[in-house]
């Protein structure tokens, strides 16, 4: 089990999602693994966000691989992870609990529960009602005796025949058998008005071409024919979405396409993920007119409001985001659901953040109390009891069982210290992540009160701070002077503690100084300040580019590059605007050789993003000109953005496939004599492609690994080890924390021994 973080809704944090099984094989024919699958739908998403936001997505899932019997599911589970958007439908016999999928975070999910397929029907809810069609689509099915180049006449026909009224058709490939063809609608019509035009069409065209069309359902009409099927446009009638994987034997996709390939389909055929991407990635989303974005307002109370029903439920459910409150008020309430527990909220930022306790709060400090955390609640829940009526989310008595205030010492994505002072609860209690929304609830065995790490201005030297997170997003629409723009670095994130001595903390708040000699001239510099700084430690090449592969194979040469101070001899800085902090920064800077603080790059976004992608760099982080420095806190005040990069690599082994001549390529990157191991890649092939490099590589072949890097056994298994005498390039994301590449694909061979 691994996690990773992904992209979060407009808006809403990144989230770290729980992944497992990632090499587990999905499609045998092909190799495709559950990880690759994930890496494709998390890499897709801002192409497919559109084409499914706002609908209900119903799964159909291939747990053990597309060999193995596959299920539909249509309500969301009650493990679902809490952040994930929903929305509810009666149905004739039943409610049903449908996702809306609107993140990379969501797309990730789909792909860990093995959820090949996303069909989605052609409306959208319109607030938590089923809403109007937005787009008719028709579902050319060949029969036996027709085949891909009978449906791509229809489809043409179906574009010449829509747009004789004026409307535009898109046309998608199925993944499966057939054409879809979508047509946007200018104004929303009800699902059956929707049918009824889609009816017309398709039985006008059998009219006109009675010998290739048949708009009949019996299954005997078909043959020699395409089956023009309108009845997709029923509002209980879902569609595989655009860019969905496909459970048949190779992993080919919903792909969209340019009507000129339509009209040359000599050599149309169904396309595969990999394909699919590198198009997208090149040519953008061919689909981008048909589904506009939905209105993006969302707020840190939207999940919550996505889970109830304001008609069906006492609860309060505000519409505006959530005002400020004093901060440090709590509520638990005792719940009487399907399963009794204790829900522990704390106000934060206008919320409350929230705990399931299942056994109660903890009142001595051997009991280490499981706490599920769930979606933020509005500050209105502070004082509601009442009775949840059944069949809503939650639903049972709730009556409020202690309230008061409390004091915050720590506030970390994954701890949380506070003293509780209230009519039952009162003292120190810890709130410990373990994994996922997994949490416990401890009663602190140290009771004496401690000064808190302060956010506004205590004398007391603040030790263990955790840094301030970006969030993912654009950073090209950002301006001066609002925002100011840093490059983003490829290196480890570290807070440096200064005070007579230098301390080193990783991101997680681990005890680092010891990998990095170099900052230790810092106390030297600096003797005399006490100073708490936020930066990166890194390699630099000869460019002046950071290099993750150097710093992952000997971190003791690494440099400082500081981009925050957060206390300096006696005051916090903390709630210092980010400009005051930066000046107080580059004086600090100065002073201290060993400290090189991060040049700002000049505005607009769209700039500094243009001469990041000219410089090598991993992207750009733009900073709100007067934003508060929030320690734990990922915040839209900070926005980071990362480039498509590329990098050249030589392979160092490979991984079978019993359906392609490789499964994967193993990757390392050249560093003096060594040859540091970063990654595989199994994407961006062609077959011909791969059928060359794996006759280099057999040629290559070798019983040792050339990997002078340390692999999990994990990244060892039915490894094939090769002299790395191949070199290549890769495209990738990002870098991992553990120097890892994140999403690579396969851009080609650069040089090879003959």
């Known amino acids: 089990m691994v996690r990773r973080e992904f992209r979060g809704a407009p808006g809403e944090p990144d989230i770290e999602v729980e992944l497992s099984n990632l090499d587990k094989i999905l499609y045998p024919d092909t190799g495709t693994t559950k990880g690759e699958v994930i890496a494709y739908y998390s890499a897709i998403t801002e192409a497919i966000g559109p084409h499914i936001a706002g609908r209900p997505v119903t799964r159909k ?123 946007p609608l200018d104004r929303p019509v009800s699902s059956r008005g929707a049918s009824t035009v889609a009816k017309q069409v398709a039985t006008n065209l059998e009219k006109l071409h009675p010998d290739l069309v048949t708009a009949t359902m019996a299954k005997s009409a078909r043959a020699d024919k395409v089956f023009l099927d309108w009845s997709q446009n029923n509002a209980a009638k879902t569609t595989i979405a655009p860019y969905s994987l496909r459970g048949r034997a190779e992993p080919n996709v919903a792909a969209p396409r340019d009507w000129s390939e339509i009209e040359n389909a000599k050599d149309l055929r169904q396309l595969r993920f990999d394909e699919v991407l590198a198009r997208c990635q090149t040519g953008g989303d061919l689909l981008a007119d048909l589904d506009p974005p939905l209105p993006a307002h969302p707020d ?96 049972g008595e709730m009556s409020i069982w202690d309230s008061g205030t409390y004091r915050s010492e720590k506030w970390r994505d994954d701890e949380v210290i506070v003293e509780f002072d209230g009519k039952r609860l009162q003292g120190r209690y810890a709130f410990i992540q373990t994994k996922g929304d997994q949490w416990l609830m401890h009663y602190m065995r140290d009771q004496v009160k401690r000064e ?194 590329s990098r050249e690599v030589v392979i160092g082994g490979w991984r079978p496939s019993t359906a392609r001549p490789f499964k994967s390529l193993l990757l390392g990157i050249p560093h003096e004599d060594e040859l540091v191991y970063v990654g595989r890649v199994g994407t961006g092939f062609d077959t011909n492609q791969q059928r060359r490099i794996a006759e280099e590589l057999h040629r290559l072949g070798r019983k040792t690994s050339p ?3 340390e692999m999990t056994a994990e990244e060892r298994k039915d490894a094939r080890w090769v002299t790395p005498s191949v070199h290549g390039t890769v495209r990738f994301q990002a870098w991992t924390d553990t120097g890892r590449l994140w999403h690579p694909v396969w851009d080609g061979v650069t040089r090879s021994p003959r």
């Not at 052609?122 to 050319?140: H, K, M, S």
């Not at 934060?348 to 499981?370: F, M």
């Not at 001899?569 to 004086?587: C, H, I, P, Q």
């Open 61 to 183: 899932r291939w747990p053990n691989g597309v060999d193995h019997p596959d299920f539909f599911e249509k309500n969301l589970p009650e493990h679902a992870p809490a952040w994930i958007h929903r929305a509810a439908i009666q149905h004739s016999s039943r409610r049903v609990v449908y996702p809306l999928i609107g993140s990379e975070a969501g797309m990730a999910w789909l792909g860990q529960q093995a959820a090949l397929e996303i069909h989605v029907p052609q409306w959208r809810f319109d607030g938590a009602e089923r809403g109007p069609a937005t787009r008719i689509v028709f579902d050319l099915d060949p029969g036996p005796g027709a085949g891909l180049a009978e449906c791509a006449r229809v489809a043409l026909a179906v574009r010449d025949m829509v747009a004789d009224i004026g409307m535009r058709a898109f046309p998608v490939t199925s993944g499966s058998k057939g054409i879809h063809v979508y047509v």
């Open 300 to 395: 840190s109370l939207t999940k919550y409001r996505s889970m109830r029903d304001a008609r069906r439920t006492p609860e309060p459910v505000p519409a505006d985001r959530p005002p400020p409150g004093p901060g440090d008020r709590y509520v638990v309430q005792e719940h009487h659901a399907r399963r009794l527990h204790w829900d522990v909220r704390l106000e934060r930022d206008g919320v409350l953040a929230s705990w399931a306790v299942p056994k109660g709060p903890p009142t001595e400090p051997k009991h280490n109390r499981l706490a599920v955390r769930t979606e933020d609640h509005p500050l209105e829940y502070l004082d509601f009891h009442g009775t949840i009526p059944k069949g809503e989310y939650g639903a």
């Open 452 to 645: 808190p790490v302060s956010d506004t201005g205590s004398r007391s030297f603040p030790r263990g701070l955790s840094p301030m997170l970006a969030t993912a997003g654009e950073v090209e629409p950002l301006r001066p002077p609002d925002w100011a723009f840093e490059t983003k670095w490829d290196g480890f994130r570290v807070i440096v503690e200064v005070d007579d001595a230098v301390t080193v903390r990783s991101r997680a708040g681990n005890l680092v100084t010891a990998r990095y000699p170099r900052f230790a001239a810092l106390a030297e510099e600096l003797a005399g300040h006490r100073v708490v700084l936020d930066g990166e430690a890194v390699v630099l090449d000869a460019a002046g580019l950071s290099d993750i592969s150097a710093l992952q194979a000997d971190s003791a040469r690494a440099v400082f590059i500081a981009f925050d101070v957060l206390y300096l001899d006696g005051t916090s800085l903390l709630r210092k605007k980010y400009t005051d902090r930066r000046a107080v920064l580059e004086a600090l800077g100065e002073l201290a050789p060993s400290m090189n603080v991060s040049a700002l790059l000049e505005g607009p976004g769209g700039a500094a993003m243009e001469l990041s992608r000219e410089q090598g760099q991993e992207g750009v982080i733009a900073k709100r000109v007067d934003s508060v420095y929030q320690p734990g806190k990922r915040a839209q005040t900070w926005i980071k953005q990362r480039n498509w990069r």
């Open 707 to 709: 990997f002078t890097s």
